[in-house]
C-alpha cells in the first residue's frame, strides 16, 4: 500500500519514532497473528479518506504505548486495540477475529465498539447515554482499562481539538474517567487526567500553581533532599534494600487543597511527599513496612491522627501502603510513604498488576463492583441524571470496614449508615430493616458506620421503605433499590385501590366511567388517577363521599337520557335558533347557524374530525371523534349523534392543554415557554409544572387558531433538547 502519498513527511518522522516504541516496549507479536494483522490493517486504511489516515494510526500506536507501558495488559487487549476500528469498518467480521485472535479479544473489541458507537454520536457522553456506556464497561474490565489509556492520550492531545469541545471534553475526565482510574487504582493515570482536566476547565489557576510551584522548585528540592540523607542512611545501616524519592504533589491536588482549606498557595505546606518502596520477599512484607515506619517516628515525630493502614486492610481497589504524617526539619508536616516494589507496581499500573502476582492475593473488589454496576443498571426505571451522580460521588469515595456477627467483613463507602449497611447485605433485608445492633448496642437506621463496628440487622416482615429512607442511605446501591422498591409499592397500591373502587361501584350499581372517575380525581385535587387509587388504598379518601359525588354526576347525565327520549332530532334541528356568531360549523345536512358548544372534556379546535351530541336544552356539543367519551356516547346514545363537519376559515380561538414530559433541566420551561411566544396566532392562557425523579411533567393551557398550527407548535416543542413527549389533552 503507498502510505508515503497519504502522510506528509512530518507525519511519516512521528509513525516511525511511535512504532519504533512501540518495539522497545516489548510488544510483538507471533509471525502469523502479525501478518493478518497487518493485512486487515492495509485494508481497514485503504478505507479512510486520505486526509485523515495518519490520526487514527498514530492515536492506535499511542494508546497501545499507554496499555501495555503504563497500565500492563497483554496480546489480548493490544490485539483490540489495533482491530476494532476495522471491525467497526466491517473490513473483518467479529466471528473472523475471534478464529485468528481469540474470544477474549473479540469480546474486548465488541465493549470497545459499543463505547465508540457512543462517542460517535457526540464528542463527551450526555446523560442518557451514560447507563450504555456504564453497561458497556460492566462487561469487561479490559474495556475499562483500554478506554481509560485512550482518553489520556486525548486529554494528551487536547490542545488538538476544536476549542468548543475541549472544555467539555476536559470536564468529563474530570467528573468520570479520573474517578473511575481512581476506583480501578491507577492513580499516576488518575493524578494526569486530573492535572490536564485543570488546565483546559481553569486555565488561569493551572498556570498559576504552576508557575509558583516552579519558582519554589529549588528550594523545595533541597528541603527533600535534607529531609531524606538521613532516612536513607538509617535505613542502610538497618539492612534494607530500598529506593526512595521525594515528589511534588500534582496540581489538582495543591488546588483541590486551597479550594478546600480556603486558603493560599503559600500557606500550602505539604506540597510534596516522601516515597520508600522496598525490595523484600512477599512474605516479609508487612513486617519491613511497620519496622521503616519505626525508624522514620524515632526519627520524626508523628502525628497520629494521619495514620494510614492500608497494610492490614488494602482499599477495595487493591491498594496497599503505610501512610504517615511527620514533623521534618523547620516544622514543616512531611508525608511519608512505606511499601513494597510489589504494592508499589499495583499502585501504578492498579487491578492489572494484580494479574500478574494472581497467586499471591485474589482481587475480587472490582468484580464486586462491577456486578453492582450490572444490577443496578438492570433497573428499567434507572434516571440517567440521578444515576450518573451518585456513580461519580461513588468512584472517589474511601472505605469503612464493618463486620457482620459472624466476622465476615464488609467494605462500603466512607460514610455509609445502618440502612447502607443492609442493603449491602441484600435488597429484602434493607427493604425490611428496622435497626440494628452496633457492639452490643440498638442504633437507628441513620447510624453512621465506624471502621471495626460488628453490625447486626434487625427486620419487621411488616416493614417497607419509605421515602424519607433516600435521606439516610449514601450509596448508589442503596438509593437505587429504595426508588425501584417505592415505585413497586406505589404501582401495587395503585391496583389495589382501583380494584377496591371498581367493587364498590358493583355494589353501588354505578357504572365505571374512566374519564369521570379521571375528572372527579383531579376537581379532589389528586395530580394523577394513580396517586388517586393510592389514596383509596391508604384509606385517604371517604368512600361514602366518594359514592354521593359519583351518585350526583350519574343522575345529571340520566335526566339528559330522560329529557331527550322523546327528541326528533331532525324536526327540532330546524327550529334551533343559534346564539353562536360562528358560522365555521356545518351540523348535520347543511345547517349552519345551529346553537352548539364544544365539549371541554376533548377541547375540539377548528380542523379536528367531529361530531355532534344533541343536549337537553335542545343544544349541541361539538365532540372529536377521539374523545374519551366517544365509544360511550356512541354506544349507548347512538340516536343523539348528529355529523358535523367544519366549514369556511377559523374565524375565532379555542382552549386546548398540552401535557409535556421531559428531562428536569435547567432552563427547559424556558425554552418551551420561548418557542410558545413566537408563535403568531397563539397565547398561553396558564402553566404548571412538577417535577420528580429527574422528570418534569407540565400542562400548558393555549388558545390556538387551527389543528395546523397546533401540529406545528407541537413537531416545534419535541424538537427542543430534553422533550421526551408532548401529548395533547
Partial sequence: MARSKRLNDNELVELKKLYKELLLSGICFERTRRKEIQRILNEWMESLDEDFIAHP???????????????????????????????????????????????NTAAIIVGLNKVYDLYNRNAVIESENFRKLLLSFAENLQVILIILAERLDTMRSLAEYPV???????????????????????????????????????????????????????????????????????????????????????????????????????????????????????????????????????????????????????????????????????GKWVEVQIRTRRMDEIAEKGLAAHWKYKGIKEEQGMDEWLKNIREILENPNLNAIDYMDNFKLDLYNEEVFVFTPKGDLQ??????????????????????????????????????LKNGDQVEVLTSSTQKPKVDWLNIVTTSKSKNRIKQTLKEIEYKEAENGKETLLRRLKNW??????????????????????????????????????????????????????????????????????????DVLVIDQNLKNINYSLAKCCNPIYGDEVFGFVTINGGIKIHRKNCPNAPQMISRFGYRIVEARWSGKSGQQYPITLRIVGHDDIGIVTNITSVISKELGINMRSISVDSHDGLFQGSISILINDLNALEVLIKKIRNIKGVKQVMRE
Fill in 57 to 103: 494510526i498514530m492515536k492506535i500506536f499511542r494508546t497501545m504505548i499507554i496499555v501495555q507501558k503504563e497500565i500492563g495488559l497483554g496480546h489480548a487487549a493490544l490485539s483490540s486495540i489495533l482491530l476494532y476500528r476495522a471491525v467497526n469498518k466491517g473490513t473483518v467480521s467479529e466471528e473472523k477475529v475471534k478464529e485468528l485472535f481469540g474470544e
Fill in 164 to 330: 468548543e469541545q475541549q472544555e467539555k471534553i476536559a470536564y468529563e475526565a474530570s467528573y468520570l474517567y479520573a474517578p473511575l482510574a481512581h476506583r480501578i487504582g491507577l492513580y499516576g493515570i488518575k493524578t494526569e487526567l486530573e492535572d490536564l482536566s485543570l488546565k483546559y476547565t481553569a486555565r488561569d489557576t493551572y498556570k498559576e500553581i504552576a508557575r509558583k510551584l516552579n519558582e519554589t522548585k529549588r528550594s523545595r528540592d533541597q528541603y527533600i533532599v535534607e529531609f531524606i540523607e538521613p532516612v536513607k542512611k538509617r535505613l542502610q545501616e538497618a539492612g534494607f534494600h530500598f529506593d526512595i524519592k521525594g515528589r511534588t504533589k500534582s496540581i489538582y491536588s495543591i488546588w483541590n487543597k486551597i479550594k478546600k482549606q480556603n486558603t493560599t498557595f503559600e500557606n500550602i505546606y505539604d506540597l510534596f511527599a516522601i516515597r520508600i518502596i522496598i525490595d523484600c520477599p512477599i512474605e516479609q512484607e508487612k513486617s519491613e513496612c511497620w519496622q521503616v515506619y519505626s525508624i522514620i517516628t524515632d526519627m520524626y515525630t508523628p502525628n497520629p491522627k494521619r495514620l494510614r493502614d492500608w497494610l492490614s486492610i488494602p482499599k477495595l481497589n487493591g491498594y496497599e501502603s503505610l501512610h504517615i504524617t511527620v514533623m521534618g526539619p523547620k
Fill in 411 to 448: 467494605k462500603l463507602k466512607k460514610g455509609a449508615t445502618l440502612l447502607d449497611f443492609a442493603y449491602n447485605i441484600h435488597s429484602n433485608i434493607g427493604n425490611r430493616c428496622v435497626g440494628g445492633i452496633v457492639n452490643g448496642k440498638h442504633v437507628q437506621l441513620k447510624y453512621v
Fill in 509 to 582: 350499581k354505578i357504572e365505571y366511567d374512566e374519564a369521570e372517575i379521571a375528572r372527579l380525581a383531579k376537581k379532589m385535587g389528586f395530580k394523577t388517577i394513580s396517586v388517586f387509587y393510592q389514596a383509596i388504598t391508604n384509606e385517604r379518601i371517604n368512600l361514602s363521599e366518594l359514592r354521593t359525588l359519583l351518585t350526583e354526576s350519574e343522575q345529571r347525565e340520566n335526566t339528559e337520557q330522560r329529557s331527550a327520549e322523546n327528541y326528533s332530532h331532525q324536526t327540532e334541528l330546524e327550529r334551533i335558533t343559534s346564539t353562536s356568531s360562528s
